[in-house]
């Protein structure tokens, strides 16, 4: 099995090197990771500037390439510049799950997105900052959870998300929770903005990616790069044939 491996909080992370350490044992792994972190770049691309990429040491029997761009042209360098194919691209370890409305503005959902886009398939792994190292024990069971299944017959995109304490494995829908978004001055003409999740808006709904963590589960969401209100297509098409 060959793994692209990325991420969007650089190659110097430690949730990226977790990840390529555990993906040997299942191939051959390769790495594109941004020179410097991209959280929050979502599904960005740079094809307006030169970009710099570099061979970079990393680990043994690990080719890797540090890329002073986006995880989605780390994508896209993996499969167009090293004229590859992958059996799965994977995202992460990221220092922070990706949950609720974070999916939208994660690089590390980017990355999966963007393996889609161009026909690969995608897990992306999440967990609490302080859970790098111990999201790596569960790493097997999500992993093995998804292929013993047979998971990718329904999709081809995975976004999971691993507590610290985990009970077992849910297949799970994006919750929506909501934040506490705020921009802060910190001088004349400087602003930096953050929030916390508060609560998600249904928290009865164990079903959704927020709930189903809380509650001590592996998250295992199916995604889509799809963007189309298929619903709403469905009902449009019936009333304006």
């Given at each position: 099995?060959?793994?692209?491996?990325?991420?969007?909080?650089?190659?110097?992370?430690?949730?990226i090197k977790l990840l390529a350490q555990?993906?040997?044992?299942?191939?051959?792994?390769?790495?594109?990771?941004?020179?410097?972190?991209?959280?929050?770049?979502?599904?960005?691309?740079?094809?307006?500037?030169?970009?710099?990429?570099?061979?970079?040491?990393?680990?043994?029997?690990?080719?890797?390439?540090?890329?002073?761009?986006?995880?989605?042209?780390?994508?896209?360098?993996?499969?167009?510049?090293?004229?590859?194919?992958?059996?799965?691209?994977?995202?992460?370890?990221?220092?922070?799950?990706?949950?609720s409305g974070d999916i939208i503005y994660?690089?590390?959902?980017?990355?999966?997105?963007?393996?889609?886009?161009?026909?690969?398939?995608?897990?992306?792994?999440?967990?609490?900052?302080?859970?790098?190292?111990?999201?790596?024990?569960?790493?097997?069971?999500?992993?093995?959870?998804?292929?013993?299944?047979?998971?990718?017959?329904?999709?081809?995109?995975?976004?999971?998300?691993?507590?610290?304490?985990?009970?077992?494995?849910?297949?799970?829908?994006?919750?929506?929770?909501?934040?506490?978004?705020?921009?802060?001055?910190?001088?004349?003409?400087?602003?930096?903005?953050?929030?916390?999740?508060?609560?998600?808006?249904?928290?009865?709904?164990?079903?959704?990616?927020?709930?189903?963590?809380?509650?001590?589960?592996?998250?295992?969401?199916?995604?889509?790069?799809?963007?189309?209100?298929?619903?709403?297509?469905?009902?449009?098409?019936?009333?304006?044939?």
């Amino acid at each position: 099995m060959r793994f692209l491996i990325v991420n969007d909080d650089g190659i110097n992370a430690e949730g990226i090197k977790l990840l390529a350490q555990w993906a040997q044992q299942y191939g051959e792994v390769l790495v594109v990771a941004p020179k410097y972190e991209q959280s929050g770049k979502s599904h960005a691309i740079d094809f307006m500037n030169p970009i710099e990429i570099k061979r970079v040491a990393f680990l043994e029997g690990v080719e890797a390439w540090s890329m002073a761009s986006t995880p989605a042209d780390c994508v896209r360098f993996g499969i167009f510049g090293l004229h590859n194919k992958y059996d799965i691209v994977l995202s992460g370890i990221n220092r922070g799950v990706n949950m609720s409305g974070d999916i939208i503005y994660s690089g590390t959902m980017g990355a999966i997105f963007e393996a889609g886009n161009q026909h690969h398939r995608g897990i992306a792994f999440s967990t609490t900052p302080e859970n790098l190292e111990g999201a790596t024990k569960y790493l097997d069971m999500a992993f093995n959870y998804i292929m013993e299944n047979n998971l990718f017959e329904y999709s081809d995109l995975y976004n999971v998300n691993i507590p610290e304490e985990v009970k077992g494995i849910k297949i799970t829908k994006q919750g929506d929770g909501f934040f506490s978004d705020a921009f802060y001055q910190i001088d004349e003409n400087t602003y930096t903005q953050h929030g916390e999740l508060i609560a998600d808006t249904c928290p009865d709904d164990h079903d959704r990616d927020t709930i189903a963590f809380a509650d001590g589960f592996i998250s295992v969401t199916p995604m889509t790069k799809e963007r189309t209100d298929l619903v709403a297509f469905d009902r449009l098409k019936q009333k304006y044939k």
